[in-house]
């Protein structure tokens, strides 16, 4: 079945340090990937998507890039900020496009 | 307004007891979900709802029935709570994309954080 693994956290970065998380997938077909983000004590928001072999998806100064070669979807900021401090999670939903498959999220500390 | 709502937003209880989580969303969206984030964070979906049918049930113990009364709205009954249950749980919405369309966002309620004691 499909499946999302991503990089164990806790992650903890200083202001303005570069930031990757590890993300790697199995489907069959051609999923969709998602970033979501959880902020302490909210529901998940979009981060960025991408829908296609070699999209990148982008917004707030992150971004991922589907690599299907690597079955990856590596998110990245060049600077990251106090307030990115939050659960991030990879996810994609398969070419039926009706479910969501999670991974299990990356704790994300950003220290002032 | 608020995409997607849900209450009550927090929930304690006794094991036994019979308790309802409501959601109702404000997108127009045909397509409604409900996912189950244990302790460790980890998401997993239980039931989604396409315009009031049911089209996924990921293998939920029969003691959770959803229900949707119409297409905005999907609750979530759940007999005979067991401490397992505890977790924050999650609707969400998307517009209907059955026929391929894949990459349809979903949105997600604030939760609700249900305490079986």
């Known amino acids: 079945g499909n499946s999302v693994t991503q990089m164990e956290g806790p992650v903890t970065l200083s202001e303005e340090a570069f930031l990757t998380i590890n993300c790697t997938y199995t489907a069959t077909g051609y999923p969709s990937l998602f970033w979501y983000v959880q902020y302490p004590g909210e529901g998940l928001q979009l981060l960025l998507k991408a829908t296609k072999a070699d999209d990148k998806g982008s917004n707030k100064g992150f971004e991922a890039t589907y690599r299907k070669e690597t079955t990856s979807f590596h998110l990245e900021k060049g600077s990251v900020q106090v307030s990115d401090s939050a659960v991030y999670f990879c996810?994609?939903?398969?070419?039926?496009?009706?479910?969501?498959?999670f991974g299990a999220g990356t704790i994300l500390r950003v220290k002032s | 307004d608020t995409a997607v709502s849900q209450t009550p937003k927090y929930l304690v209880t006794q094991m036994g007891n019979d308790k309802s989580i409501k959601c109702e969303q404000n997108?127009?969206?045909?397509?409604m979900y409900w996912y189950k984030q244990d302790s460790k964070k980890f998401l997993k979906i239980m039931f989604s709802?396409?315009?009031?049918?049911?089209?996924i049930n990921e293998t939920v113990p029969n003691r959770f029935s959803p229900k949707s009364p119409d297409k905005a709205h999907l609750n979530l009954h759940i007999n005979s709570l067991e401490l397992g249950d505890s977790a924050v749980y999650f609707c969400?919405?998307?517009?209907?994309?059955?026929?391929?369309?894949?990459?349809?966002?979903?949105?997600f309620g604030p939760g609700t954080r249900l305490l079986v004691l």
């Open positions: 969400a919405s998307s517009q209907d994309f059955r026929g391929g369309r894949a990459g349809e966002t979903q949105y």
């Open positions: 997108l127009g969206h045909d397509t």
């Open positions: 996810a994609l939903s398969d070419s039926g496009g009706n479910k969501l498959v």
């Open positions: 709802y396409n315009n009031k049918e049911l089209i």
